[in-house]
């Protein structure tokens, strides 16, 4: 009998239960709010202001790696990449990794390079520069289109000074072997590069 009674009450229990969650809750009235609380916009100001923080460390510490992995000259990091490429998809590749083809801009920063080149990718190589004529020929920019102030263009041969291509050769090549000298080249060649990422 009291098995009888238990299982009744369980019953009962079940149908309670059942009936309260086929009841739908009652909606509340939505209000809304046409004021900010100061404290929800200073909190809000707070958390964009970390989030730019953490923005910046991730670039600074991915520059650090890469300043590790190739060399630092001046304000500048530059990583060599010793495979072969057309200028265009040297020029993607370091996009991807947040640089540009590699633009000296000074004597020093170019004879810098040139010593790095030697070490990371070998004797009498040829590296992609970010300087070309593409847009007006003769008139040589960096990636960004700005022109170039500085120049190094190997003028050794009298019969051929640099850049001497015309239309077919618009790319310019920072040559190890003519010690640092530039020359143009058909930016279809194939050659290895150099990216350079500006440390801020």
């Not at 170019?110 to 009498?124: A, M, P």
């Not at 970010?130 to 960004?144: A, F, P, R, S, Y």
Request: proline share 4%.
């Amino acid at each position: 009998m009291e098995f009888k009674g238990l299982c009744a009450m369980l019953g009962v229990l079940l149908l309670v239960s059942c009936s309260f969650q086929q009841t739908p809750p009652k909606k509340k009235q939505a209000k809304k709010d046409t004021t900010k609380d100061p404290a929800i916009e200073d909190l809000q100001k707070q958390i964009n202001d970390i989030n730019q923080e953490l923005n910046l460390l991730k670039e600074q510490q991915a520059l650090q790696t890469v300043c590790l992995k190739g060399v630092k000259i001046h304000r500048k990091c530059f990583l060599a990449d010793p495979v072969r490429k057309r200028y265009h998809t040297a020029s993607e590749d370091c996009h991807a990794l947040g640089g540009v083809l590699g633009t000296p801009t000074s004597s020093d920063e170019n004879n810098q390079l040139t010593d790095y080149i030697r070490q990371s990718i070998g004797l009498d190589e040829q590296v992609w520069l970010g300087i070309n004529d593409m847009v007006k020929e003769g008139t040589w920019t960096d990636q960004t289109g700005l022109s170039i102030t500085y120049k190094n263009w190997d003028m050794s041969n009298s019969q051929s000074p640099q850049p001497d291509g015309g239309q077919s050769q618009n790319c310019a090549v920072l040559s190890e072997a003519s010690y640092g000298k530039w020359s143009d080249e058909n930016c279809r060649e194939e050659k290895p590069s150099v990216c350079q990422f500006n440390i801020v």
